[in-house]
């Protein structure tokens, strides 16, 4: 029977947190900051074993059959709001919470308004009350100001290997290779290519410039208004593939956009 008179509350952790998925930006965040505990969360997604089999050899903490959001994964591999859930579990382990994010992703579970809102949130269900102690949280991502080329970057600089990003797994297909054609491969590749990794033939199953959803959104990366900052490196990448001699037709229909744009207003 539960104890319903007791002097235990929860105590202040003091404790940093890194949500731990195995990817390349993750895995560059715990080398760069050293965070006290690396907490994995599966969420049954239909990617979680596969990235658990490319985890260094280190301590980390597995949360399974807490959450099922898997449930709700969508046909592009969104999990909307996912990272709300994470962060509230994240939050019995320690008060500084890191997710790794960067500029150029887009979902707003990864934005300021987001980390604001959740410190928020947390400080409310903490404060002191008679089960708690006050605890106070700090939700952030530390290299949000930074693109995947610029992570990496940063990551070689501060001796980090080849060897550990290519052995990171970022794929929504779950495979024992990487797709190549999901926009997670396409952005992994982009970042390694622009810091001179050369991904060696049969790492991605099909070239990630190949990926059929990229003309779609190619005029777009001209514009700048697919990633900001982060499509001058996505044409970077492409600049050094076969693709390159359709760049130039994108970026003329793109110039021509904006131009009509402009005229219209």
């Excluded at 390349?24 to 074993?49: F, Q, T, W």
Aim: glycine share 6%; aromatic share 12%; proline share 3%.
């Amino acid at each position: 029977m539960a104890q319903m008179i007791t002097s235990g509350k929860e105590t202040v952790r003091s404790k940093t947190v890194l949500l731990y998925s195995g990817g390349m930006d993750s895995l560059i965040i715990d080398h760069l900051l050293k965070p006290d505990v690396l907490l994995n969360i599966s969420m049954n997604s239909a990617y979680d074993a596969r990235e658990r089999e490319s985890f260094p050899d280190k301590e980390i903490v597995f949360l399974d059959n807490v959450i099922d959001l898997g449930r709700y994964e969508r046909d592009d591999a969104i999990i909307p709001n996912r990272n709300a859930h994470l962060v509230l579990l994240a939050s019995h382990y320690g008060e500084t919470i890191w997710l790794g994010s960067v500029y150029g992703d887009r979902s707003f579970d990864k934005d300021e308004a987001f980390y604001s809102h959740m410190t928020t949130l947390l400080d409310h269900m903490w404060s002191e009350q008679h089960w708690t102690e006050e605890r106070k949280f700090m939700i952030s991502s530390p290299f949000k100001d930074k693109t995947k080329t610029q992570l990496v970057y940063e990551f070689l600089e501060m001796d980090g290997t080849e060897e550990a990003l290519l052995t990171s797994y970022s794929c929504y297909e779950g495979d024992e290779k990487h797709c190549g054609h999901c926009k997670a491969c396409f952005r992994k590749w982009v970042a390694l290519e622009n810091n001179g990794i050369i991904t060696s033939n049969g790492y991605f199953k099909e070239n990630p410039w190949d990926a059929p959803w990229l003309d779609e959104v190619l005029i777009q990366i001209f514009n700048g208004g697919y990633r900001g900052r982060e499509d001058k490196d996505i044409i970077y990448a492409l600049d050094k593939t076969p693709k390159h001699t359709l760049l130039d037709h994108y970026q003329t229909q793109a110039g021509h956009l904006l131009r009509t744009k402009e005229f219209k207003l």
